[in-house]
């Protein structure tokens, strides 16, 4: 199963454009910011770089306290990684049954 085409949101933010596609309600795509990967609405705190931490066993409320972010962004994150990593299994498992 294929995922829907997200549209490309446009805001003023402090007076400035800000594009972005949304993920979540947290977390965005945003063309131009950290080299297209996903990061937290409004910010240029990349989402890899704070799994990282979580993985390193840092609390979801740690993490979010230390980039001033809502724990329900950290937990967002945590949520759209599980999803992708699900996403990713199932289709490696479609692959294989078509190999066989």
């Known amino acids: 199963m294929k995922n829907p085409v997200k549209k490309l949101a ?4 402090g007076g400035e454009p800000y594009e972005y596609y949304a993920l979540g309600r947290h977390i965005v795509v945003a063309p131009g910011v950290c080299g297209g990967r996903p990061t937290f609405k409004y910010t240029r705190i ?3 770089h704070a799994l990282g931490l ?10 979010a306290r ?4 809502p724990v329900a962004a950290v937990r967002e994150a945590l949520a759209l990684a599980s999803k992708a990593f699900d996403q990713t299994t199932r289709t490696l498992g479609q ?3 078509e190999r066989t």
């Not at 446009?10 to 933010?13: D, G, Q």
């Not at 979580?54 to 993490?63: F, I, K, M, Q, S």
């Not at 230390?66 to 972010?69: E, S």
């Open 46 to 48: 990349d989402v890899r």
């Open 54 to 63: 979580l993985a390193a066993g840092h609390t979801v409320e740690r993490v």
């Open 66 to 69: 230390g980039y001033r972010l």
């Open 10 to 13: 446009r805001e003023i933010v």
């Open 95 to 97: 692959q294989q049954a």
